[in-house]
Structure formats: C-alpha cells, structure tokens
C-alpha cells in the first residue's frame, strides 16, 4: 500500500454481501480507504436463486463482479480472501494467506443452510444458498426427470417424480412455485414416456401455515396459489429421517416415509462459523442461530471498532425480536454503518440503528405473489408486478443488468427457461 | 416403447452437437422413430464457448436444452445416456446403463482436445471443448489478476500476469483477442496495485501464419488486430515442455523458458474415444487424428447402416483433403444424412455428399474480424459485422435467443462483461 493510503484510516469490510457491499459503497468516496475481502469475486443476489436453481436465469444474471460493482470508488479495492480469525486488540484481521491491520473492522459473512443437528442431511438434501447450491439443484431437478423417462418400473420412476421442499419460509415457497411451473408448463410436452404434469411436488412446513413471517391471510391465499400450481403444501409436518432415497416425516405424531430422490432444503439458516470466532476473541454473546448479538449501533460490545451485520448479526430492537434475515435489514445496516464511520471521523455520532419495515414480499409463479406493503396485504397479480418492479429496480440500480429483465418479460410470454443446463464439477 | 413405434424403423443418434441435432430436426415429422442420446442434456454452441470462457456470456447463453429443441418432433425422443460399445451385426447399441437396437445408427460424438502425446500437460493447460473448460479458463483467468493484485514479489506477478495460448487457429485467435480487450479495457480500472493492461499475452503457433486455414493474406491482417489488443504473436514456435509455474517453447532451435501461470490450449483436437469402438466392431480406418474413415454416402464402409458425421467423420472429396473440424461441415452433414434416410425409405438414393464451402470467419476482439466468402476476402468491421449477423441468426433461429443478441449490443457499447463469476465445483 502506498504511504498516501496509510494516512487515512484503513476500514476493513469481510464479505460483500447485501450489507458489506452497501457499506462499501456507503463509504465510497470518504475520506478513508477501504479493503472489502470476499472469498468470492462477485456480489450475489441471492433473493433470484431459486431462479437459477429452476432454471430461468443463468448464474451471470444474478452475480455481479465486486469489482466492477465498486470500480467507480478509488478509495475501496477488493481482495479476495478468506478470514479465518481475528486478533481485535491488534486490530489484526488473520486470512488464510495474510494479515491485515485494519482501524475499523466490518463483518457481514452471513448464514448457511441449518440442518438443525443433522448435518449428515446435506448430503441428501441440498440447500440453496451458493451460486454453486443453484447449480447443483437444477443438475438434480432436471437429472430427475431424465432417470424418470429412462425407469421402467413404475414405483422407482415415482420416486424419481417426487420432489420434496423441507421449509416454506419465501425461499422455499417460491422454489416450490418455480418447479410446479417447470413441471406443469415449461417440460409439458419434453418426454415422451412420463408427463413431467404428474410429478409430485410437496412442500413441508413444520408450522401451523406456510411464510410464517406473513399475516395469516396472505399466507392462505399464497397455499391457494402453491396448489394451482400442482404444490401439495403439508404444514404441521416435520422431517424425522432422510436419506438419498426417502424422507420420512411426522405430523400429528403419525410418521410416514416418502420415497423421493429428490430432496431440497430451505428450512432454516444457521450463522456462518466467524460468529464463533468473534465470540471466541470478543466475548460476545451468540444467539440460538449462532449469531453475534450486537449493541444498538450494531458493534460489538465493548469494541466500538468492530461491526458485525446483516445475516450474521443478532439484533433486537428495544422489547423486541431479533431482525429477521433479509435483504433489506442487511442493505440499511451497510448504509446505516457507513455513515456512522463516516460520522465519527467528523467527531459527531448517530442515533442507534433503526430498521424501517417497507413489508414483506413473496412470488408464487409467474402470476401470483403475496406482499405485505406497512399495512397493506395484497396478493395476485398486482403484487407480482410490484415484486417484479422491485427486484428489477434493484438489480439496475446495482449493475445495469437491464438484460435480466428483458429476460424476464421474454420468458414471462414464451414459458421458455433458457438455461436448463445439467453441468458437472470439473472433478467428477 | 408402445408398440406404434416398433412399426416404423427406429434411427437412434448419438451426439447432440452440430451434426447429431441437424440430422435429429431433418428426420422429424419423417416416418420414423428417433432417439437422440447424448451425455448432456443440452446442445453447445461451441463457436462461442470463447465469450463464456472470457466473461462475455453466460454459459445458459449458449447452451439450449436438447429436448426443448427438439421438442416440437413428436417422434423425437432424447435420452441421457453415455454410449459405450455398440454391436453392429445385431444392431444393438450399448450404453453405460442399457442397450437400443437400431435400425439405422448415426454416430456423432465429436473431439476432444488433443495434446499430441503429453497428456500431463492437461492438467496445466486447460482445453476449451465443453461448457466445464470454458467456466474453469474464466476461473483461471480472473484468479490469476486477483492473484497478482496481492502478490508482493513482482517476478511472482509477473507470472500471474502472463497468459500463453497454444494454437493460433480460430479458437486461439478468438480466445486472445478476448482476452486482450479483458485485459485492457474491462478490468482496467478495477485494481489498486496492478495495471491489468500490463498482462503480457501469447499466442503460439508451431507453423508459419496464425490461422492456417485462412489465406495468408488474412493471417496478417488478424496478427495486426491481435496486436493493437495487446496480444504478442509468436508463429513457428513449438512447446516443448509445460508445468504449473511456466512453458518451455522452442523456436529456430532456440528454447525459452516462459513463467506463467496460465497457460491455454487451443492447439488440436482428436476424435472422441468413440472412434476406436466403432474401428474395433467395423474394421472401419482411422485417420492420423483418430477419425473414423467414411465413405462418400457417409456410411462406415461395409455397414450402409451405420452413418458416423460430424467432426467424429474423416471425410475426403475424391482426390482431397479431409474436411475440416468445422461447425458448417457437420450441419451439412447432418442434413444429408437425415435427407438419405428419408429418400432410402422412399426406395430412393442420393448422390454422395458434398460439402459446399460458403467461407471462413474469425472474429477478433469487437470491431475486428477476418472473413473469406468464396473467393473474397476481407477484413475488419466489415467482417466483423458478417460474424455478428451469421452468428447470431444462427442462435436465433435455433433456440431463440434473441436476448443474447441484446447483451452483445449492450457489451458491444458500454465494454462491460456481465458473466465473470469465479465458481468452484462442490467437489471443493
């Protein structure tokens, strides 16, 4: 680093999801300079990977460079990295490959699928949080119904049929919605031995309703529309045994076993294992998903240099709940951080963070959505539109990926999905 | 398969490139049973693999599900399956996993890259034949610039600075001319310590002129265009040794010791291992790149039968050279052999094939092409504007496509690139 760079204080950002990257570009242009470390070379936008995962967007559409999202800021470079500790009374950021000494330190590592202490699931059951992850469950989705058409005994081609969803929060939800289209419309008149329309597509909920963070009235209409599109939603149901070939699930205390080759997990997320390592060197307190719980200006108690936010941060509005893990949680608390930094090198301060709740938005197909807008519940078509404004907004604003929605609307007339591609790791 | 279908004679097809597809589309709606079986669920256009493997595409954008190509033939059918022998006395072929008996059986299975007798040498220099290579060399590729911004030792940058590309034909020349605007215009400002335009680029051709098959004339102008990109071209320059870290290249009698880091092969393909199978059963020749030696109906000679096409196929016109590893060569053959079957059927017979050469383009970085339409040559925008329209009036009328027309007028004017993830297989 050049002597001109030492000057200035040096904020370190590790990861460059929704909130690291908001950070980074909050801090755009201040007076310090910024070092953002991802393992990975690109910002994902993850509420669109059950698109990839289905089919209808390619991974380049939903994953933008970090460094040509963050180009335009000469202040900030990007380092690809990978933090494996933290020594804070050093100030020292330990990678795999280095060190950095940083003034003030942001983390924002995120989650990962939550097997809730039945790790050795995620060989079955694949969960959908990597760009990797989307590959891998349209591999499996689309290899499913080519064994189907290929099996001739007729018990073994069910089970090649039946694709299990564990866990309808809106990740889950709107997967079950993308397959019953990929299904239903999509593969209809692909095969010529099995009618893709009879797969079975079943979507559990250990809850009493499905997108339990909704009012209760849009998540009945969101059933309605689950089950229009050939969705068998089971709440109350939740999953004691899986393997490759079955999954077995209780409700009302009656167990029964699903042969299904096909098993997709969105049942919960966990915080990524740095939580514990900023425990570890911080003494901070981890809550029952393993994230930091963070003070009201989300640092860490005691270290009013280290931040730690979005997925991977615990915090409670006074008398109230843990922030769920959402996008835009994450984006105001990158913005919220960077003009805290930027404040404090004016000597002034900010109030504590607050999270302003727009609502709430969950796609079911091509046509349906559910939203919950302050007080406001829709659902239909007109909340499909604002969904699809919504995303489409963002991903302009973010990196131009105007294509993306001219994608949408050729595929919304057509019901092609253009990047069905069933590909392999280099290393099988 | 209903007993409807056993009436009509069953062709089956292996391969769904070029040649296997055209000869699946003639044969639709004809009266006969197909079965196209491939390994992959989709077809490559591999004349673009390059844009994939440099950013420029996403690898859905050039790849189109085979059974939505081909979905409108209700006496098409596709089936995922590895062949693996075939017996041509019974007509029986046998897959990893089964057994079709065919009437009529069309061999397709294309090339792979060929490393003349170092096949170590794979393990450095990655090939670009499937959608797998393309995502590993753009993985290579953007690694080795992350790699040199934080590598302190400069001779070890350097390193990563330096691409090598063996084999100047136009695969070669496509993939340094893209590299070379990578390296110069699309990352240029998005790195704090190196300058991405410093990246030295290689290209190496063992024989005189770059592009081999085009008049020397041409070969010439494309030099002058790689090298306003950035690109070194060295011509009558052989490898002689490769490994992780560096190419040993000889040249008039003189070697080199070359650092690099990444290292490109573009140099030969040979025929897929399928041609030694069918030279086993039949007796059929083999040609000095593993080709199977067909005869002037592009039969297999002894087995009017077995049809092998595509780049699999050495074909000579009487008194001629084979024809070359061409897309043109293997659509046109895949018409003729499916216009064949059709007129056999009808008790007919064709005159022997005959490949109608309507030119030979290569496209240099995004203004620049050399182009030969009969007996005109030329070069620059011009050409560069004839690959554009041939190109994409191709995947249009393929698999529409449009879309990808749209994101090359838009990374044709703003120089973005919207598809550079580094992505790692799950094997990781």
């Known amino acids: 680093m050049s002597t001109e760079s030492r000057a200035q204080p040096h904020i370190v950002i590790v990861g460059g999801g929704f909130a690291g990257l908001y950070a980074a570009k909050s801090l755009g242009r201040a007076p310090v300079q910024v070092t953002l470390v991802d393992r990975r070379n690109f910002h994902l936008f993850q509420p669109l990977l059950?698109?990839?995962?289905t089919g209808s967007l390619a991974s380049g559409d939903i994953a933008s460079s970090l460094r040509a999202v963050l180009g335009r800021y000469k202040n900030v470079r990007v380092l690809l990295g990978d933090m494996v500790d933290l020594k804070p009374n050093e100030r020292k950021l330990v990678l795999s490959d280095g060190e950095l000494i940083y003034d003030t330190l942001v983390v924002a590592t995120g989650v990962q699928p939550h097997y809730f202490g039945h790790d050795a699931w995620s060989q079955s059951a694949t969960g959908l949080k990597t760009i990797e992850d989307a590959a891998e469950i349209r591999r499996r989705i689309l290899l499913a119904f080519e064994r189907a058409e290929r099996e001739p005994d007729l018990e073994q081609r069910r089970a090649w049929m039946t694709f299990v969803i564990v866990g309808a929060g809106s990740a889950g939800v709107?997967?079950?919605?993308?397959?019953?289209?990929?299904?239903?419309e999509t593969l209809r008149h692909e095969f010529r031995r099995i009618d893709p329309a009879e797969a079975r597509i079943l979507l559990l909920e250990a809850v009493e309703h499905i997108l339990p963070t909704f009012p209760v009235s849009l998540s009945v209409r969101a059933e309605a529309a689950l089950t229009r599109l050939g969705v068998t939603v089971r709440t109350r149901t939740r999953?004691?045994?899986l393997t490759e070939h079955s999954i077995t699930v209780s409700c009302n205390d009656r167990e029964e076993q699903i042969p299904a080759r096909t098993i997709l997990w969105t049942a919960g997320v966990r915080a990524s294992p740095i939580a514990q390592v900023i425990a570890h060197r911080t003494g901070a307190g981890l809550d029952r998903l393993g994230r930091v719980v963070v003070g009201p200006d989300l640092t860490v108690p005691g270290y009013p240099n280290l931040f730690v936010l979005g997925d991977l941060a615990s915090f409670a509005p006074q008398h109230a709940v843990p922030l769920p893990a959402l996008a835009p949680v994450a984006i105001q608390q990158g913005h919220y951080v960077g003009r805290l930094i930027r404040e404090r090198l004016a000597g002034k301060t900010l109030p504590p963070f607050a999270y302003r709740d727009k609502g709430n938005l969950a796609v079911i197909g091509r046509n349906a959505a559910v939203a919950r807008l302050g007080r406001f519940e829709f659902g239909g078509f007109v909340a499909w539109l604002?969904?699809?404004?919504?995303?489409?907004?963002?991903?302009?604003?973010?990196?131009?990926?105007?294509?993306?929605?001219?994608?949408?609307?050729?595929s919304y007339f057509t019901l092609r999905r253009g990047a069905r591609l069933i590909t392999v790791s280099r290393a099988d």
Chains 1, 2 share one sequence.
């Open 50 to 53: 059950y698109q990839v995962a």
């Open 174 to 184: 709107e997967l079950a919605g993308a397959l019953g289209e990929l299904a239903h």
């Open 239 to 241: 999953v004691t045994d």
């Open 386 to 410: 604002l969904w699809a404004f919504v995303h489409i907004a963002y991903l302009i604003e973010f990196d131009h990926k105007v294509l993306v929605m001219l994608r949408w609307i050729w």
